[in-house]
């Protein structure tokens, strides 16, 4: 069984940074993606970041040049640094682990951008 656990959401105003960490535990194969999602209210989920065992990232368009993610593999453990944030950031984020047709989410941490 995999457990994902985040932390770092909370509120923050226009401008701000903020930095979401997720710890997986459990069996976990080597060779994996580690990732964030986001939804927010009315939305569908989509893509954050993500990012492999081997170091590759993919971000989505909209994060691009703002958010960060990196990750200590030999912890599965995966950050997404968050600057610049905008209203539109708004959502709750979740972690991602998945390899093959494995997939597992964590509970999600809001974060909201307001002044």
């Known amino acids: 069984q995999v457990q994902l656990v985040e932390s770092g959401g909370g509120l923050v105003q226009p401008g701000g940074s903020l930095r979401l960490s997720c710890a997986a535990s459990?069996?976990?194969?080597?060779?994996?993606?580690m990732g964030w999602y986001r939804q927010a209210p009315g939305k569908q989920r989509e893509l954050v970041a993500d990012?492999?065992?081997?170091?590759?990232?993919n971000y989505a368009d909209s994060v691009k040049g703002r958010f960060t993610i990196s990750r200590i593999s030999d912890k599965n453990t995966v950050y997404l640094q968050m600057n610049s944030l905008k209203p539109e950031d708004t959502a709750v984020y979740y972690c991602n682990l998945r390899w093959g047709d494995f997939g597992s989410w964590g509970q999600g941490t809001q974060v909201t951008v307001s002044s």
């Open positions: 990012i492999t065992s081997g170091g590759m990232t």
């Open positions: 459990g069996s976990i194969f080597s060779i994996n993606t």
